[in-house]
């Protein structure tokens, strides 16, 4: 079992940074993909971007060369460095986990979630 604590959130303008962290707790962390997703108003949920267990990791294409993704398993920790951020980011993001060695761009592929957390980009 994994629990996903996000935080970093907030308002910034366009063209500014955010890091976002996730904080997970329980002993399959090391064994998941862990994930960033992200659902605007009125929109299903997206991928963002995933980090393997094995060092593995892609991004979706509207934020490639903006955003990283970043673990630390021994603080059971994964980060989202966001750069040159857009009024089209603004959304809720979230942090998640898959277990078991499985990794992807799906929402169905990952098991645990965290509670979101609200990034506002102004123009």
């Known amino acids: 079992q994994v629990q996903l604590v996000e935080s970093g959130g907030g308002l910034v303008q366009a063209g500014g940074s955010l890091r976002l962290s996730c904080t997970g707790t329980g002993r399959t962390f090391e064994q998941s993909a862990m994930g960033w997703f992200r659902q605007a108003p009125g929109k299903e949920r997206e991928f963002v971007a995933v980090l393997s267990w094995n060092g593995i990791t892609y991004s979706t294409e509207s934020v490639k060369g903006r955003f990283t993704i970043s673990r630390d398993n021994a603080k059971n920790m994964v980060d989202l460095q966001m750069h040159s951020l857009k009024p089209e980011d603004t959304a809720v993001y979230y942090c998640?986990?898959?277990?078991?060695?499985?990794?992807?761009?799906?929402?169905?592929?990952?098991?645990?979630w965290g509670q979101g957390t609200q990034v506002t980009v102004s123009s």
């Open positions: 998640a986990g898959t277990g078991d060695y499985v990794s992807g761009n799906r929402a169905d592929q990952y098991v645990y």
